[in-house]
């Protein structure tokens, strides 16, 4: 099974998401931006805050964070 590791507060306190500016949510291995409905992967506990790597979300993705 693939272990989720939490990104350090301080770290998520700082990143945004690159396209909205809005602040992260960190679910399992993903950081989920609302505002811009973009997931970013964490990769080996490094966050890849590149929009073409970004998952896109849907309105139904979001609608529950």
Known sequence: AKLSLMIDKKLLDILVC???KDNLIQIGDELISKK?????PIRDGIP????NEARKLTP???KDL
């Open 48 to 51: 890849v805050m590149l929009e």
């Open 60 to 62: 139904e993705d979001i």
């Open 36 to 40: 811009g409905m973009l997931a970013f």
């Open 18 to 20: 690159p396209v909205s």
